[in-house]
């Protein structure tokens, strides 16, 4: 299920990451890497996050995935282990929650865009999701892109 979308004003996040660009089939294995570098790194540096798991996806491309995996931040991380400080961007983002399986989350992320398309918002070429449950632990993305 696909919440209504909705244009939000956001603030800039300071975040700390890993980023990845590799093929397709590799994703998974890439994303679970980086979380566990990003756990081992802030605990070390003593950073607690502040919000869900993302991905953030640079450029789209049907055979590679250039990407990083990253945490909300309450501080600046230091350079370590593949783990560098970054930022989301402040602007303006439209969002939906999907709630549902990763099976399903390629036809989320599809209708997503129609509603931008057919409410006439030109998406940004960023985007991101954040890893999130529902109310009842069911699983929860919010799909997020920036528009112009």
Sequence with gaps: MLETPRI?????????????????????????????????????????????????????????????????????????????????????VALTVYHGDYEGLGTAWSDFMIWLEENGYQPAEQLWEHYAAGEDGSPATVLCRPVL
């Design 8 to 92: 939000v004003e956001a603030d800039e996040q300071l975040t700390a990451v890993v980023s990845f660009r590799v093929p397709r089939a590799e994703i998974a294995e890439a994303m679970g890497a980086g979380r566990m570098a990003l756990i081992e790194v802030l605990a070390r540096q003593g950073i607690e996050p502040t919000g869900p798991w993302f991905s953030r996806h640079h450029r789209m491309d049907p055979d590679w995935f250039d990407f990083e995996v990253g945490l909300p931040v309450a501080g600046r991380v230091t350079p370590e282990g593949g783990v560098e400080p970054s930022t989301l961007p402040a602007g303006r």
